[in-house]
């Protein structure tokens, strides 16, 4: 069996670039991560349209536009300090706290 990447390593809030698909190059805060299906939503990526019929809730209808979850090995994180895109390491410290640090330039990355 492959071997997945961690979702741990890419939490709500955090910087992603896309690396592969029709979205390759394009960054955005992740707005949600679906740890089950191993996607993540990505603001300004992967728009898509439903037309929708009018409802209470929305008594207009129309059509809508909304990001679709894109799968996790297509993205990666961004480098606060260098503003690159690199994988991730967790450095496990002597207190037991985990810290996610960049594998290009071995700066810490916080968590959002």
Do not use: Q, W, Y
Request: no cysteine.
């Amino acid at each position: 069996m492959a071997k997945r990447k961690s979702l741990s390593s890419i939490l709500k809030g955090d910087r992603v670039r896309v690396i592969r698909g029709n979205f390759r190059d394009m960054e955005g805060p992740v707005l949600r991560v679906i740890p089950d299906k191993e996607r993540v939503v990505v603001e300004g990526v992967n728009m898509r349209k439903r037309h929708e019929r009018p409802s209470e809730a929305n008594p207009e209808g129309g059509i809508m536009t909304f990001e679709a979850p894109i799968h996790v090995s297509n993205v990666m994180l961004v480098d606060p300090a260098g503003g690159d895109a690199s994988r991730i390491r967790v450095r496990t410290e002597a207190d037991g706290t985990k810290e996610r640090i960049a594998v290009k330039t071995g700066n810490p990355i916080p968590k959002p």
